[in-house]
């Protein structure tokens, strides 16, 4: 078994409620993240990072995107970056 990380760009619905998106990442998700953080992109726009760490033999990122996409919160998710440690 291989353990996989993904890198999550989250775009939240409202702009101005960035800290209820990291909310409810971190509280309302089945899956946690191992590392999350908030990132001004430009001219005030911002979007969260967050990375999770799994066994790929047990789910697959698709997994968490249609949890991440089911927030009310989140507006748009994309993967960054997947790769095996």
Known sequence: MATVVTIFRIYPKEQDQIAKTLDDIKTKMEYKPSDIRS??????????????????????????????KKLDSVGEVEVEEETLL
């Open 39 to 68: 990132e001004e992109v430009a001219f005030g726009i911002k979007l969260i990072r967050a990375a999770f760490k799994f066994e790929d033999k047990e789910m697959g990122s698709s997994k968490i995107e249609d949890a991440l």
